[in-house]
């Protein structure tokens, strides 16, 4: 069996190649396509590199393609399902990554701190009175409870919110107890919620469902949170929920990516960006790799990997 | 004199008592003159508490068994201990020999059942060669490499008149230095660039921790604990500790990445779910100890404690680590309170038993509760054959000469060998055990989870047990934990055996990868 690993550049690649030399000695490391035709089965690669019908053309032996991330918009999924082609993700890494980094919206909105900031270190002001919030006690509306959604649920409750969450699928009447999750209707969760956070996979159903009528049914001043996938969000719905209804939003994931930076979300002061980075965490990295190499060697095994993408 | 009388001074004179056995009729003539006898209701459980015994003591305990049938029952268990290097002196009684043409009841091939299960067998060919014979398998069982042996007793030499010579006392001597092998590893160590010590359980037998620490803390090297180690290789306590190894070569490979040099000492390489790594490959990896032979690398045969002290003259400062202060378990604990993770369970069992000797079979929670717990000498016992079942028994055995023994076992495990409880209460044995009930095998569902997906969900692996009805059937004192784990404390208190179940975490992880 051949199994190649394409890396892009700025990964220091001496060093993983260290590394898979102990591990799986067969496994080849580039960090490029720029060749004619490769024999290898297995193909382990990032969402940094396309692997679109021509690139995957060079590959006439390949069984399994590795993507070392959750998501995997990278591949060609048809010419996948045309060769019968097993295509693996790892959605378990940067669970943790993801619910910190919605932890951090919500704190720094509530603690007022870009305000505080900048009052200190451009206005040189000391403010006497702020609007400072505490989590404890607000009403967290999580929607998607998926690995993610969990260890969202998990951390907050050291904060003392309420937990309302809606999913297609509910959780276990234990589940919801041990994680202090209270099931509702999606609409009842927009209206009820101080804070709304997204965790749901993008689907016909999901695109564009945080619309002008929904963002509507959400309390004024309310924080929203997306760091799922873009395309769920109308844009111009968003930045027009943050100006008429003086919502906050944090904002990880765009409809396309890198964004338009002249559009009004990155001017608005109520809104804070950030570059599809929510699940990037140097400890992150560190997961995905464990988890890919444990995968490659699993199918290197004949066993069956883990996280197969269904086409 | 008769063969029975024989039999009994010489088990006497040997040390070898009491028996542990559950008998039949093909045993009832040998034990005519003996009364210091254990018995289990279960053939097997005989042979795991004589291991438990013997491992601790480090003195050989004999039991037995009820001719190829009982013989047969105990098999996991004389494996175990071929696995443990425990010096177990099986006997087993046979059908009358005058008439063994005829394949009469309760007849069989006791010799070729054990099998290369253990490392001497024989059976009697007269009465006179008893006293003798019980002596070599004393004196086998001690040798190195340790561990069971075997002899048949059949019905009519046991009680044939014999000429019976009482036995001299066994002397064993572990006394083997190689003066090789301190200079050859020192001159390795000294040619290499980032050298790595794993200890192993013979550190343990020979009580060499001392001069293991001493040249630990000369090189300055991290010291592990050899995969799945069933006894202490080192004080865990110590800054040089930093873990155990994995049985498993990526794993072994992932955590000795850096290293160009893996010495083993009194400890070898277990190896678990079969992963493609080659093993430590590129490394120079050397081994020294008494009682094994490994499977590569090279081999010195020295005892762990003399090589050590050589060892420590010879070298020179090569590194400067020490573990990292451990503040993250604090929050582990905080966090896992609430779903009773282990983690938290250890850390309270941790602080009511610190004194207690831990005999370990919970086989899903095990890397954790080593981890917590740690390593001290005589202090931790673990079955190194992956048999079920032994756990109680051992720990039932330990504590006949240890007040305060802890056997932590989960539920499908404690299943294996309930009956042991019955033997706990007659002989009014002390060991508590704690049961960590996680509604299943769920080592099996994590090794699915990991190499075999979709088992897991099997429902054949999972289910309820009531444990503690079933201790209390049997006269044990039980009861289910409160979440705060105050009842372990009631656990821990009085000489009497007593039994507590706590609902831990259910949650499967992978297993390792």
């Known amino acids: 069996m051949k199994f190649l690993t394409v890396l892009p550049e700025f990964i220091p690649s001496a060093s993983v190649s260290d590394t898979i030399n102990q591990i799986l000695p067969e496994m080849k490391i580039v960090n490029d396509l720029n060749f004619e035709k490769n024999d290898a089965d297995v193909l382990v690669a990032t969402t940094f590199t396309r692997l679109g019908r021509d690139e995957l053309k060079k590959f006439p032996n390949l069984k399994y393609v590795q993507i070392a991330s959750t998501g995997y918009d990278n591949v060609d999924i048809p010419y996948l399902k045309e060769k019968g082609i097993t295509l693996c993700n790892i959605p378990v890494a940067n669970k943790q990554s993801v619910a910190e980094h919605v932890i951090t919206f919500m704190l720094v909105f509530l603690k007022d701190m870009i305000f505080l900031n900048s009052e200190l270190k451009e206005k040189k002001n000391w403010p006497l009175l702020t609007g400072s919030r505490d989590l404890e006690g607000k009403t967290v509306g999580i929607l998607g409870m998926g690995m993610i959604g969990v260890q969202l649920a998990r951390r907050l409750i050291s904060f003392g919110p309420s937990i309302l969450y809606y999913d297609v699928k509910r959780l276990s009447t234990a589940d919801e107890e041990m994680l202090g999750l209270n099931y509702v209707p999606f609409d009842d969760l927009l209206t009820n919620s101080d804070i709304v956070s997204v965790h749901m996979p993008l689907t016909p159903q999901t695109r564009g469902i945080f619309n002008e009528e929904n963002f509507s049914k959400m309390k004024d001043g309310a924080i929203f949170i997306n760091t799922s996938r873009g395309e769920i969000v109308d844009e111009k719905a968003l930045i027009n929920a943050v100006k008429r209804k003086g919502m906050k939003a944090g904002i990880d994931v765009y409809a396309k990516e890198p964004p338009d930076f002249d559009s009004e979300l990155f001017k608005l002061e109520n809104v804070i960006c950030s570059p599809h980075i929510a699940g990037v965490t140097v400890e992150s990295q560190q997961r995905f790799l464990t988890e890919t190499i444990s995968n490659v060697l699993r199918y290197a095994q004949g066993i069956d990997p883990l996280y197969r993408v269904e086409f | ?513």
């Open chain 2, 1 to 513: 004199m008769r063969g029975y009388e024989a039999f009994a001074d010489a088990v006497k004179r040997l040390d070898l008592l009491p028996i542990f056995g559950n008998p039949g009729t093909t045993e009832l003539t040998s034990l005519k003159g003996v009364d210091d006898y254990v018995l289990t209701h279960f053939d097997g459980l005989s042979v795991g508490m004589a291991d438990g015994l013997s491992q601790f003591t480090f003195s050989p305990h004999l039991v037995n068994l009820h001719t190829v049938l009982g013989l047969g029952n105990s098999m996991a268990y004389i494996h175990s201990a071929k696995m443990n290097y425990s010096p177990v002196v099986v006997t087993v009684g046979q059908q009358d020999l005058r008439h063994i043409s005829m394949e009469p009841l309760l007849s069989g091939d006791i010799l070729g059942l054990v099998g290369n299960s253990v490392k001497f067998k024989y059976e009697l060919k007269n009465s006179s060669e008893i006293s003798s014979v019980l002596r070599r398998a004393k004196s086998e069982a001690l040798t190195p490499p340790i561990g069971p042996v075997l002899l048949s007793l059949p019905m009519n030499i046991m009680d044939e008149e014999s000429t019976y010579r009482p036995p001299e006392p066994v002397r064993v001597s572990y006394d083997v230095q190689n003066d090789e092998a301190a200079e050859r590893v020192s001159e390795l160590i000294k040619q290499s660039r980032n050298p790595a010590l794993v200890f192993g359980w013979e550190i343990d037998l020979f009580d060499a921790f001392k001069e293991a620490e001493r040249v630990a803390e000369k090189l300055g090297c991290p010291v592990y604990g050899e995969p799945l180690t069933h006894r202490s290789p080192f004080d865990s306590t110590n800054r040089m500790f930093g873990g155990n190894l994995l049985p498993g070569s990526t794993l072994i490979n992932l955590k000795l990445l850096q290293n160009d040099l893996v010495v083993f000492i009194g400890g070898d390489v277990l190896l678990y779910p079969y992963l493609p790594s080659p093993l430590l490959e590129g490394k120079k990896v050397v081994f020294v100890g008494l009682n094994f032979s490994p499977k590569f690398g090279d081999f010195y045969r020295a005892n762990v404690k003399y090589f050590l002290r050589e060892l420590e003259g010879k070298i020179t400062k090569k590194g400067s680590f020490s573990r990292a202060a451990d503040f993250q378990t604090t929050t582990k604990i905080a966090n896992e309170k609430e779903r009773m993770g282990i983690t938290y369970v250890m850390s309270k069992v941790k602080k009511q038993f610190s004194d207690y000797v831990i005999v370990d079979e919970a086989i899903s929670s095990s890397t954790v509760l080593r981890d917590v717990l740690g390593y001290a000498p005589r202090k931790y016992f673990f079955n190194k054959s992956g048999q079920l079942g032994w756990g109680s028994p051992a720990a039932a055995g330990i504590s006949m000469k240890s007040g305060k023994v802890l056997a932590i076992i989960g539920e499908g495990s404690f299943m294996y060998s309930l009956q042991i409880l019955w033997t706990v209460k007659r002989y009014n044995l002390p060991v508590k055990f704690l049961i960590l009930r996680n509604g299943g095998y769920s080592i099996l569902k994590s090794y699915s989870l990991s190499y075999s997906p979709g088992v897991e969900k099997k429902d054949y692996l999972s289910f309820y047990l009531p444990t503690e009805r079933f201790a209390e059937s049997f006269g044990i004192e039980s009861m289910v934990a409160d979440k705060e784990l105050e009842s372990l404390k009631w656990l821990s208190e009085g000489n009497e055996s007593r039994l507590l179940v706590v609902d831990v975490d259910r949650t499967i992880p992978k297993l390792f990868l």
